[in-house]
Nanobody
Framework: QVQLVESGGGLVQAGGSLRLSCAAS????????MGWFRQAPGKEREFVATLSRSGSSTSYADSVKGRFTIARDNAKNTVYLQMNSLKSEDTAVYYCAASLIGSVVRAPDYWGQGTQVTVSS
């Protein structure tokens, strides 16, 4: 199994940037489809971005397309979410997830503990 630990969250002004990290241990992250999700207060958790096992394919929620980028560093066994042009509506707890076989959006196998991102307007 794989353990996921997110970091990099914090308080940022609207228009600013943050880079979230998801450090994996126990297994090689390149064996997994990886995803970032977020949950705002009073709302359901939603998909933000995914990265395929090969690393060649990404997908993004419409709300973050063009502003967020998901990437992987195999040497560091870490997945990143670069967030630019942040908006107040991006405020949420951000979670990293991994799927060994199935869809990371529909059925992730592992979750991190989450990291808080707060965007002040």
């Amino acid at each position: 199994q794989v353990q996921l630990v997110e970091s990099g969250g914090g308080l940022v002004q609207a228009g600013g940037s943050l880079r979230l990290s998801c450090a994996a241990s126990g297994r090689t992250v390149s064996n997994y489809a990886m995803g970032w999700f977020r949950q705002a207060p009073g709302k359901e958790r939603e998909f933000v971005a995914t990265l395929s096992r090969s690393g060649s394919s990404t997908s993004y929620a419409d709300s973050v397309k063009g502003r967020f980028t998901i990437a992987r560093d195999n040497a560091k066994n870490t997945v990143y979410l670069q967030m630019n042009s942040l908006k107040s509506e991006d405020t949420a707890v951000y979670y990293c997830a991994a799927s060994l076989i199935g869809s990371v959006v529909r059925a992730p196998d592992y979750w991190g503990q989450g990291t808080q991102v707060t965007v002040s307007s």
